[in-house]
């Protein structure tokens, strides 16, 4: 679980840092001034950074996991059998919540 849980925090981490960078390219190119971009960065550091670290900053980390696979940041296919059968009933309430959001 710690193993997997280490690589969907990192991708979680990975696409919110991509999702930042691009306002920094929009800083670069003056389509926003400083102000908007440390706005901007303040929203990141308040919102999806805090998210992505309270998912993943807990020694229960079978719900990290499953929210992981259930919202497709890490593929069924890669993670070990038993390790995705221990968690088939947790993905499942997962895919369901995201259906229904």
Do not use: C, M
Not at 2 to 17: S, T
Not at 33 to 61: M, Q
Not at 83 to 89: F, I, R, V, W
């Amino acid at each position: 679980i710690r193993e997997w849980a280490g690589v969907a925090h990192d991708r979680d981490l990975r696409h919110a840092l991509n999702e930042l960078r691009a306002q920094f390219d929009r800083w670069d190119r003056g389509e926003i001034d400083s102000f908007e971009l440390n706005h901007l960065v303040h929203k990141y550091h308040d919102g999806a950074s805090r998210e992505i670290w309270k998912r993943y900053a807990t020694t229960h980390l079978s719900p990290a996991v499953a929210s992981a696979v259930a919202a497709g940041v890490l593929r069924r296919d890669e993670l070990p059998a038993d390790l995705l059968q221990h968690l088939a009933g947790l993905i499942d309430l997962y895919q369901h919540e995201f259906s229904a959001s």
